[in-house]
């Protein structure tokens, strides 16, 4: 995980030549590099088991997997910026129950496992208690996504009443909040690898992670594309669902 986290640091601000997926999402030669040793590793340690990677897809079968996103935030990646992440997860019955996410150029390795409790760089970590509207910090993903989803008037009426309202998006964010950095992550559009990692990591810091209806973000195991990702504090988890139910 840390080697291949490391080995996008090589291609990182050295105008790396991106190309674009069928989404038009952007990809470089730093995204594949690190699925592939991320694969190649994961085969050594644990042959034969099922892995799903946002660059090569699915490999192998059944509802208890590895699952990996090489590198969260490509677009922060190609434009230099240093808030992206290499992601690592393991699912059961397609629910993660342990979650690896590492920062390689902020040097933070956060890793959780259920019932365990959750780390960065070895010390533990747990979510803010912060209630006070006044001092509450939100962060989201673009406005351009939270419009195109229908949250942007939802999102909008909170950040009327927070200290702060930021877009550090992708991983980061929920890894603020699980970090107790900020109180609330409003993500309208993610996909399976973007938050399978995530997940244990918030809640064993004492976070709530669900759909901005409160549900939960992840139900089927076959679910990939166009999900959602909320995390918040316990204490703030009423004011996002009744927010976004009204």
């Keep these: 995980m840390r080697t291949a986290g490391d080995g996008t640091l090589l291609h990182f601000q050295q105008n790396a030549t991106v190309d674009l997926k069928g989404d038009d999402s952007p990809v470089t030669v730093a995204d594949q590099n690190a699925e592939r040793l991320m694969r190649q590793l994961l085969s050594e340690q644990f042959p034969g088991e099922s892995v799903l990677g946002e660059e090569e897809g699915l490999t192998g079968s059944g509802d ?3 699952v990996l996103d090489p590198i969260d935030g490509t677009k922060s ?3 230099g910026v240093p808030l992206y992440a290499t992601l690592l997860s393991y ?3 397609g629910q993660p129950i342990l979650g690896v996410v590492y920062l390689p150029a902020l040097g933070e390795m956060f890793w959780a496992e259920r019932g365990g409790g959750a780390f960065c760089n070895g010390i533990q970590i747990q979510v803010s208690n912060e209630t006070d509207l006044k001092r509450v910090v939100m962060s989201t993903g673009s406005p351009t996504s939270l419009e195109k989803y229908g949250r942007l008037e939802g ?7 927070v200290m702060a309202c930021r877009t550090w998006s992708d991983a980061y964010g ?8 900020i109180q609330m992550m409003l993500d309208p ?4 690898w973007d938050i399978s990692a995530v997940i244990p990591i918030v809640e064993e810091a004492g976070g709530v992670a669900m759909k901005f209806n409160g549900g939960k973000p992840l139900n089927d195991p076959a679910q ?8 918040v504090t316990p204490g703030l988890k009423d004011l996002v669902t009744r927010t ?3």
């Excluded at 999102?155 to 009443?161: E, L």
């Excluded at 929920?174 to 950095?181: D, E, K, P, T, V």
């Design 64 to 66: 208890d997997r590895w």
């Design 77 to 79: 990646f190609i434009s």
């Design 91 to 93: 699912e059961q019955d």
């Design 155 to 161: 999102a909008m009426s909170i950040a009327r009443q």
């Design 174 to 181: 929920h890894i603020l909040l699980a970090s107790g950095r």
């Design 189 to 192: 559009v993610v996909s399976r």
């Design 224 to 231: 990939s594309g166009d999900l959602e990702l909320v995390s």
């Design 244 to 246: 976004f139910q009204s």
